[in-house]
């Protein structure tokens, strides 16, 4: 008997072992499956959020700088897309690829909303998305590149149509779409049968891009592109550019640009004839400061840029001042300025049409701000701030001025020898005594 109750004690404790890891067991699987529940339940009634980025007007280089920066706050928010909005007839190419570059490297999902229009730059932002919606009556396409502004564009070269047509393709095919659509955008020599002969350019209606699928799905407004690529509900917030980023796309207009050019250049080449005044030289670099902040923000200017265009003016000012007459000191000098703020002018891709154009603009900028400077400095004595800079006191003949010593008129109408090179002043002895001279005309050998 002893021993059965002796055996009696390990079953009684491996019983209530079993009890004990079922109820653990128990807890565990209800635990997780309320957990489970709860995810479910959170994740189906949770919002998924999405940021809407207007591109209207005219595509310049503030737009890459807002576009990236509302994709990171997108991804920080964990929102569920970022949805374009584009009506615009196109703008800057190197701008556009700087905004391809971000939507092809983007953490979030990127939906181009094309409503009514995305030509030329526009276009290769909406194919760069990963779904493209159309409003109705919406069109897409001709992407040629051309050199100019309004009034005075022409066909760019054949450098420029080709690495254009193939940003084009490259983009098209990395979001699968029909890349030769995407060239004949772009190329008028690409043909693509029953579609577009050859000798023309490419633009999409609505109906014809979603057949050719170009385009995934048409809707009429922002909610109804949410909802046909599955976002219905979803919280929309609209991003808008900080007063840096709206400051930024005026600094890199190019009028605005080509007038801080001419006003800083203006500026400095006063301020080195006339050294002291202060006013001109604080203008000049305040206008060439704002030129390459906002030309700094937007990734054209470079600390190789502003050294360039340092170099240049040290020279400039080293002719003026050390080696007048020289000239090769300052032909350097406006070398290195013009190419300087020229490359800050370029962006990614820049062919050699668009080089020489910027290097243009900047030549211009430069040849006006040397007529304006030539201007000023015949006006500046006149102006009340001016008459303190310039001695206004005659000393005339009458009140005993003479212009020469009157030990130094023996030696008029005297004929001499010169010792030294005159170039044009230098040494000659004259009646066997060595005297300080200047030649009227140019240099006199000895």
């Known amino acids: 008997?002893?021993?059965?109750?002796?055996?009696?004690?390990?079953?009684?404790?491996?019983?209530?072992?079993?009890?004990?890891?079922?109820?653990?067991?128990?807890?565990?699987?209800?635990?997780?499956?309320?957990?489970?529940?709860?995810?479910?339940?959170?994740?189906?009634?949770?919002?998924?959020?999405?940021?809407?980025?207007?591109?209207?007007?005219?595509?310049?280089?503030?737009?890459?700088?807002?576009?990236?920066?509302?994709?990171?706050?997108?991804?920080?928010?964990?929102?569920?897309?970022?949805?374009?909005?584009?009506?615009?007839?196109?703008?800057?190419?190197?701008?556009?690829?700087?905004?391809?570059?971000?939507?092809?490297?983007?953490?979030?999902?990127?939906?181009?909303?094309?409503?009514?229009?995305?030509?030329?730059?526009?276009?290769?932002?909406?194919?760069?998305?990963?779904?493209?919606?159309?409003?109705?009556?919406?069109?897409?396409?001709?992407?040629?590149?051309?050199?100019?502004?309004?009034?005075?564009?022409?066909?760019?070269?054949?450098?420029?149509v080709s690495y254009v047509r193939k940003e084009f393709r490259a983009t098209a095919e990395v979001r699968k779409r029909p890349p030769e659509f995407a060239e004949a955008m772009v190329d008028a020599d690409v043909e693509i049968a029953l579609v577009i002969a050859k000798g023309k350019l490419l633009t999409l209606t609505t109906s014809e891009a979603l057949k050719y699928k170009v385009a995934e799905l048409t809707a009429p407004s922002v909610e109804g592109a949410l909802k046909a690529a599955g976002l219905s509900g979803a919280e929309v917030r609209y991003a808008s550019q900080t007063w840096a980023e709206t400051f930024v796309r005026f600094l890199t207009n190019p009028i605005v640009s080509s007038l801080l050019i001419s006003l800083g250049l203006l500026g400095l080449l006063v301020e080195i004839r006339t050294p002291g005044f202060a006013v001109p030289g604080t203008v000049g670099v305040l206008s060439l400061g704002l030129f390459f902040w906002g030309h700094w923000i937007v990734r054209l200017a470079g600390w190789e840029e502003l050294l360039l265009v340092s170099i240049g003016v040290l020279l400039i000012?080293?002719?003026?001042?050390?080696?007048?007459?020289?000239?090769?000191?300052?032909?350097?000098?406006?070398?290195?300025?013009?190419?300087?703020?020229?490359?800050?002018?370029?962006?990614?891709?820049?062919?050699?049409?668009?080089?020489?154009?910027?290097?243009?603009?900047?030549?211009?900028?430069?040849?006006?701000?040397?007529?304006?400077?030539?201007?000023?400095?015949?006006?500046?004595?006149?102006?009340?701030?001016?008459?303190?800079?310039?001695?206004?006191?005659?000393?005339?003949?009458?009140?005993?001025y003479v212009s020469t010593p009157e030990s130094d008129r023996r030696w008029l109408e005297r004929t001499g020898t010169s010792v030294s090179p005159l170039r044009p002043a230098g040494i000659a002895e004259i009646d066997g005594i060595r005297l300080d001279v200047v030649s009227d005309g140019g240099y006199i050998e000895p």
Request: charged fraction near 15%; include cysteine; hydrophobic fraction near 55%.
């Open 317 to 400: 000012a080293l002719e003026v001042f050390v080696l007048p007459g020289t000239t090769l000191a300052g032909i350097a000098g406006v070398v290195a300025v013009v190419a300087g703020l020229g490359m800050t002018l370029v962006g990614a891709g820049a062919t050699a049409a668009v080089i020489i154009g910027a290097l243009g603009r900047v030549a211009v900028a430069l040849l006006l701000a040397m007529a304006g400077t030539f201007a000023l400095l015949r006006v500046l004595p006149s102006l009340p701030f001016g008459r303190r800079l310039v001695l206004a006191t005659g000393m005339q003949a009458d009140l005993g």
């Open 1 to 160: 008997m002893g021993r059965n109750i002796h055996s009696s004690k390990p079953s009684t404790l491996s019983g209530r072992r079993i009890v004990t890891w079922f109820s653990a067991a128990t807890v565990l699987l209800l635990t997780g499956l309320g957990a489970s529940n709860a995810r479910s339940v959170l994740a189906q009634t949770s919002t998924p959020v999405v940021y809407v980025v207007p591109i209207e007007g005219m595509i310049d280089l503030g737009l890459a700088p807002f576009l990236a920066r509302t994709i990171g706050e997108a991804k920080e928010a964990g929102a569920s897309a970022v949805l374009l909005e584009i009506n615009t007839f196109g703008g800057r190419v190197d701008a556009a690829v700087a905004m391809r570059d971000t939507l092809l490297n983007s953490p979030v999902r990127t939906i181009a909303f094309v409503n009514q229009r995305a030509i030329s730059a526009g276009a290769l932002i909406a194919l760069a998305c990963e779904t493209l919606v159309m409003t109705e009556g919406g069109t897409i396409g001709a992407a040629a590149p051309v050199v100019g502004g309004a009034g005075e564009s022409k066909p760019a070269d054949e450098k420029s």
